[in-house]
Structure formats: structure tokens, C-alpha cells
């Protein structure tokens, strides 16, 4: 987005990462969201919290974030930990600040797999025909029958993703996504189908796009 910050702009008439904290905020079972942020705008990220979303802004936490996504993420878990606001079996969910379109089914899908994984993730088949390349050259084309495109938020007990994290940081491991972390040191990850509308906001256009879908997804969550 170059020096756009997307997680401000505004998605009907809220800022985006107000919307995407609103099906959170929404959702019985969760009890604290922490936001890793800018460390330079730590008391900006507060003061919108709490004027678009009153009372319910106690329930965020604002945390600096890293050089990275995973050390944003870690830090987060630190918080969590050294605040004691989660317990080693709580499940925990990590997700895209530029993710509006969550909803309830898919948190329940998410926990309900959890009894069976050491993490549980949102995804999608791949509708269409991936080739592999290098160059100009197309090398050949994948089985797109065993792809599947990741979304978030990705679900993980607390002590397990905590753990990982602390142990990718000692060793300076990066992964594309939290999940990746276990498939690294050996536990183990599930799936669940991902709404095909849990779109990501990655250019400017796409705030256009999500404005558009928003009424066909607005619903009680």
C-alpha cells in the first residue's frame, strides 16, 4: 500500500481495523484481543478504540509490533502472558488486521477442529490451474486438487503457539504464517473451508471491492 495505512481507511464509514475487531468483540467466548501496532502510534490505535468503539474498547489491548508480522505476533503473546490474561489451554486466534469478513460459523468451525490438532486453519481449494515456473519457462503444472489457499485467523492453544514462537525467535526461523511454525516443529495443523468473501486488503483497490460485497455479508454475528 505503499505509504497508504490501510488499517485506517475507512470501510463504511469505520476505519478498517474497526471492522474487522467488531466480529471479535462480538463473539461470546473471547475474552481479550490484543493489536500489535506502531510502537510510534501505541496512544493514536487507543484513542480510536475507544471513540468508535466505547466500553467494549476495555477489552483491547495495543501493543508494539516488531520488525516482522512474527515478531509482532510474539510480542502480543508476550502480553498475554505476562498480563496473565490467557491460560495455557485457552485456544488462541491470530488474524490479519485487513481481514473484515469473519464470522461466527467460521470461529466455531475453528474451535471445534481445535479438539483434534495442535493448530487449525481457514482455507480454500484453488479454483484455478497453478503452474510452476521458472523464468519466462513454465516447468509444469501442480496438482491443484492437494492446494489449498491459507486464510485467518488460524487457532492454537496458547501454551503451543506461545512455545513455538519463543523457540522460531532463538533460532531466527521465519514462516509465511503461524501455522507454519508447527508444521516446522512437528505438530500438527487442520483445516477448515474458509468463507471465500474472508478477503484480505492488500492494494487500495480492494477497499472498493470490500465495500461492495459489505452489505451482502452484514449480518448478526
Do not use: C
Not at 85 to 111: C, K, W, Y
Amino acid at each position: 500500500m505503499g505509504e497508504v495505512d490501510k488499517l485506517t481507511l475507512p470501510l463504511e464509514g469505520r476505519p478498517l481495523l474497526v471492522q474487522t475487531l467488531q466480529p471479535f468483540l462480538n463473539y461470546d467466548p473471547i475474552g481479550w484481543i490484543v493489536v500489535a501496532a506502531n510502537p510510534e502510534r501505541l496512544a493514536e490505535f487507543e484513542a480510536l478504540f475507544r471513540e468508535q468503539l466505547g466500553p467494549a474498547a476495555d477489552r483491547i489491548k495495543v501493543t508494539a509490533g516488531g520488525e516482522h508480522r512474527q515478531q509482532s505476533i510474539l510480542n502480543a503473546l508476550r502480553l498475554l502472558k505476562e498480563q496473565k490474561l490467557s491460560s495455557p489451554e485457552d485456544p488462541i486466534m491470530i488474524h490479519d488486521g485487513a481481514r473484515p469478513f469473519v464470522t461466527e460459523q467460521l470461529f466455531n468451525d475453528l474451535l471445534e477442529k481445535l479438539e483434534q490438532y495442535d493448530g487449525v486453519i481457514p482455507a480454500l481449494p484453488v479454483r484455478d490451474t497453478i503452474k510452476r515456473v521458472q523464468g519466462n519457462k513454465v516447468l509444469h503444472t501442480e496438482d491443484r486438487e492437494t492446494l489449498r489457499l491459507v486464510q485467518t485467523p488460524q487457532v492454537f492453544p496458547f501454551a503451543t503457539i506461545f512455545e513455538l514462537h519463543e523457540r522460531a525467535a532463538e533460532e531466527e526461523f521465519l514462516g509465511t504464517d503461524d501455522a507454519s511454525l508447527l508444521e516446522k516443529y512437528g505438530k500438527t495443523v487442520g483445516w477448515v473451508d474458509g468463507p471465500s468473501y474472508n478477503l484480505k486488503v492488500t492494494i487500495p483497490e480492494d477497499i472498493a471491492l470490500l465495500s461492495h460485497l459489505y452489505q451482502g455479508y452484514k449480518q448478526p454475528i
